[in-house]
């Protein structure tokens, strides 16, 4: 089986040379740590059992988000926090898409554009859901951005997962949604997209755009989740820590060619794909997105500064509060001990630490 770090290693050099300049710091970035993830370059430690004396040698990750041996671990955290936190209300699922031609534009500048879809979605769910005809207070709820589609390539969207339901005005009451729709979509997409165009405005003359932008429909979709919120948590997990393309997916790597797998969209039937080497990787960058650049983010009563707001919810709603709350201040906060694989019984503890080979990593020793 191929990996990503192999086909990093070996083309990347070559997709460096190649395009230099024009490759984004946060690209070069992510070939280097996909690359030298877990080799001497990020350094390593000996751990000790306390009790046999086994002795086991690691090499660090490189923890970057980027990075498909990095990213696991994360998605189960972040699941279970999530998972703890729902309301017991019926939750819809809500994505706001951009039409075709607007998707290369993006590309462009990935920061300031995905931000905007971000912020377009938000304003335009909460202020139709703040409408009386539909909900008729404040809503919260997480958004998650997505990039790609299986065969990586781009396409911008953000999910929404609502609870279906809002504080009213004066913070007196839960006020819930109808059971089967929370606000009409045709209207969400015209908000959304009215949002959007003014948003854009601000940042670019948008004269300049294709005029297919403006034809092309902009679809939003909406339906409640009758099977749980926790199975579409479930599915944006698997989006919020991974990247384009799983290890398991990637089946050769040959003559300057990769070969991978994938599920196609409609039929449901696995396939194959193959791609030259540097457009296997061009496609895999575009969805690197720079270090800050936040994908899940959490408005209304679930953005962090309504926590009162959101206790109050779940006072009406008689629902317990979540541990979270427990989890931040620390209480339950403890150093967790891997158990020895050897006697299973001692705990293995650090006993020395090798440095990262800043040689490898390109990078400068702290003044
Ligand atoms: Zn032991
Ligand atoms: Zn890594």
């Given at each position: 089986m191929v990996e990503l770090a192999e086909i990093f290693r070996k083309y990347g050099p070559i997709y460096i040379q190649r395009f230099g300049d024009r490759i984004l710091p946060a690209h070069r970035r992510a070939i280097r740590d996909i690359a030298l993830c877990r080799t001497e370059a990020f350094g390593g430690h000996v751990e000790k059992c306390c009790d046999c004396g086994h002795e086991h040698f690691f090499y660090h990750s490189c923890c970057s988000r980027n990075c498909p041996k990095c990213s696991g671990s994360k998605t189960k955290k972040w699941l279970e926090r999530r998972k703890k936190g729902l309301l017991p209300v019926t939750y819809f699922h809500v994505v706001f898409?951009?039409?075709?031609?607007?998707?290369?534009?993006?590309?462009?500048?990935?920061?300031?554009?995905?931000?905007?879809?971000?912020?377009?979605?938000?304003?335009?769910?909460?202020?139709?859901?703040?409408?009386?005809?539909?909900?008729?207070?404040?809503?919260?709820?997480?958004?998650?951005l997505h990039t790609w589609t299986r065969t990586m390539v781009y396409h911008p969207h953000v999910h929404c997962l609502v609870p279906g339901g809002a504080l009213s005005p004066d913070h007196s009451e839960w006020l819930p949604s109808r059971k089967k729709y929370l606000v009409p979509v045709h209207a969400l997409s015209k908000i959304f997209r009215a949002r959007f165009i003014k948003l854009l405005k601000g940042i670019m003359p948008i004269e300049q755009l294709p005029s297919s932008i403006w034809k092309d429909r902009w679809v939003v979709y909406s339906k409640p989740c009758f099977n749980g919120a926790g199975k579409v948590l479930d599915y944006l997990g698997r989006y919020v820590h991974r990247i384009a393309i799983s290890n398991y997916r990637i089946l050769s790597e040959k003559n300057g060619h990769v070969t991978f797998k994938y599920t196609h969209s409609k039929t449901y039937r696995t396939k194959k794909m193959t791609l030259d080497a540097m457009e296997f990787i061009r496609r895999f960058l575009q969805h690197v997105l720079s270090g800050g650049f936040h994908k899940v983010r959490y408005y209304g009563l679930l953005h962090p500064a309504n926590s009162i707001n959101l206790?109050?919810?779940?006072?009406?709603?008689?629902?317990?509060?979540?541990?979270?709350?427990?989890i931040k201040s620390g209480i339950l906060k403890s150093k967790e001990y891997r158990v020895c694989p050897v006697c299973k019984k001692g705990h293995m503890i650090e006993i020395l630490k090798i440095p990262r080979n800043l040689m490898l990593l390109n990078e400068r020793a702290p003044p």
């Amino acid at each position: 089986m191929v990996e990503l770090a192999e086909i990093f290693r070996k083309y990347g050099p070559i997709y460096i040379q190649r395009f230099g300049d024009r490759i984004l710091p946060a690209h070069r970035r992510a070939i280097r740590d996909i690359a030298l993830c877990r080799t001497e370059a990020f350094g390593g430690h000996v751990e000790k059992c306390c009790d046999c004396g086994h002795e086991h040698f690691f090499y660090h990750s490189c923890c970057s988000r980027n990075c498909p041996k990095c990213s696991g671990s994360k998605t189960k955290k972040w699941l279970e926090r999530r998972k703890k936190g729902l309301l017991p209300v019926t939750y819809f699922h809500v994505v706001f898409t951009i039409p075709e031609p607007l998707r290369y534009v993006v590309r462009k500048s990935p920061n300031e554009l995905l931000g905007i879809l971000f912020k377009a979605a938000a304003y335009s769910l909460m202020k139709l859901a703040a409408d009386p005809h539909y909900v008729g207070g404040k809503v919260g709820f997480i958004s998650v951005l997505h990039t790609w589609t299986r065969t990586m390539v781009y396409h911008p969207h953000v999910h929404c997962l609502v609870p279906g339901g809002a504080l009213s005005p004066d913070h007196s009451e839960w006020l819930p949604s109808r059971k089967k729709y929370l606000v009409p979509v045709h209207a969400l997409s015209k908000i959304f997209r009215a949002r959007f165009i003014k948003l854009l405005k601000g940042i670019m003359p948008i004269e300049q755009l294709p005029s297919s932008i403006w034809k092309d429909r902009w679809v939003v979709y909406s339906k409640p989740c009758f099977n749980g919120a926790g199975k579409v948590l479930d599915y944006l997990g698997r989006y919020v820590h991974r990247i384009a393309i799983s290890n398991y997916r990637i089946l050769s790597e040959k003559n300057g060619h990769v070969t991978f797998k994938y599920t196609h969209s409609k039929t449901y039937r696995t396939k194959k794909m193959t791609l030259d080497a540097m457009e296997f990787i061009r496609r895999f960058l575009q969805h690197v997105l720079s270090g800050g650049f936040h994908k899940v983010r959490y408005y209304g009563l679930l953005h962090p500064a309504n926590s009162i707001n959101l206790m109050r919810v779940k006072w009406f709603l008689k629902s317990k509060l979540s541990d979270e709350y427990e989890i931040k201040s620390g209480i339950l906060k403890s150093k967790e001990y891997r158990v020895c694989p050897v006697c299973k019984k001692g705990h293995m503890i650090e006993i020395l630490k090798i440095p990262r080979n800043l040689m490898l990593l390109n990078e400068r020793a702290p003044p």
